[in-house]
């Protein structure tokens, strides 16, 4: 695979190769814990995703190992640069906005793949888990550290991940604080394979490619779905909003519009009330 750098970052790697994008969050000196300023980048660049029409699977890492011979997906918000109100950015803003980056990977739509390799902890955790799918290295960590440090994700990090592993699960998990492996957490149903670390890439593009030969419209409209069972007001306008697109795409939506430009009364009658 020869990667084609996309854009270029401070804090993140950015990548494409054919249908695939790839986002490396990219400061292993930190265990790629996320700074507003990285979070900011990993928001353009899953934007620039989604609007590439070519681009239909995105695949989210960790740049790593560090010299230290570690590996770590991301360790989740930088302690470093918390202050009062969130975490503080450049402008000395306090912000919270992986929020914004979650909801985002959440909703857009194409199929979103975590490659998790080492660490997986705090923000770093609910970030592998709020993707569609997560491939796990071998020398996977998974755990949430929120009540350790004084911070908590009451939000998709605690009610999404109790629909993934149980309420008992997830209450340890967040009480606890304990570190699971990737034998663990697979599990538990927390990833959906496990995979000899230096196989793990090529493992994430075999994925890719298998659902790159699917029908896009397909994919969409499923994850649209599987979100609006958990996501309420906000996943039925998901949902809707697929409905809306494919409404617009046949010749019944279009009459409407057709209609009202040339200032004439819409002819419905020609379409049928289907049972
Ligand atoms: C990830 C973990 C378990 C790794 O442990 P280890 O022993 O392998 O590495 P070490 O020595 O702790 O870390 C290596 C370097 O990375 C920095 C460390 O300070 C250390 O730096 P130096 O001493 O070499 O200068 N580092 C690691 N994680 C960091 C972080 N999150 N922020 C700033 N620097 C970090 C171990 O490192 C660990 O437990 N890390 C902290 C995990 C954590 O508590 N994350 C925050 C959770 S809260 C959160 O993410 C959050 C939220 O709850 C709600 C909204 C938004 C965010």
């Known amino acids: 695979v020869v990667w084609q750098v996309a854009k270029t970052y401070e804090d993140i790697l950015y990548h494409k190769y054919e249908g695939i994008a790839k986002i490396t969050i990219n400061r292993p000196h930190k265990r790629n814990a996320f700074r507003p300023k990285t979070v900011f980048e990993l928001y353009d660049a899953f934007c620039d995703a989604r609007e590439d029409g070519k681009i239909g699977v995105i695949l989210l890492t960790g740049a790593g190992p560090h010299t230290d011979g570690k590996y770590a997906f991301c360790s989740g918000g930088d302690q470093s640069v918390r202050g009062e109100g969130g975490y503080i950015d450049d402008g000395g803003i306090p912000r919270l906005n992986v929020l914004d980056l979650q909801r985002l990977i959440r909703s857009l ?13 705090g923000g770093g955790h609910v970030l592998h888990l709020i993707c569609d799918l997560t491939i796990a290295a071998d020398n996977a960590i998974f755990g949430q550290t929120g009540p350790k440090v004084g911070s908590f994700d009451g939000g998709f990090g605690a009610s999404y991940l109790a629909r993934i592993v149980g309420q008992k699960k997830a209450r340890e998990i967040w009480f606890l604080c304990r ?23 090529a493992e994430g593009i075999i994925w890719a490619q298998e659902i790159l030969a699917k029908s896009p419209i397909a994919i969409r409209c499923l994850k649209a779905a599987f979100n609006a069972d958990c996501d309420g007001q906000a996943g039925l306008q ?38």
């Open 109 to 121: 739509p194409k199929v979103v793949i975590a490659l998790v390799a080492g660490y997986a902890i």
């Open 179 to 201: 570190q699971y492996t990737a034998q663990q957490a697979l599990e538990m149903g927390l990833v959906n394979c496990v995979i000899e670390v230096d196989k793990l890439e």
């Open 238 to 275: 998901e949902l809707a909003g697929n409905a809306t697109l494919l409404y617009y795409m046949t010749e019944e939506g279009a009459e409407g519009k057709k209609a009202f430009l040339e200032k004439r009364p819409p002819n419905f009658h020609q379409y049928p009330w289907l049972p």
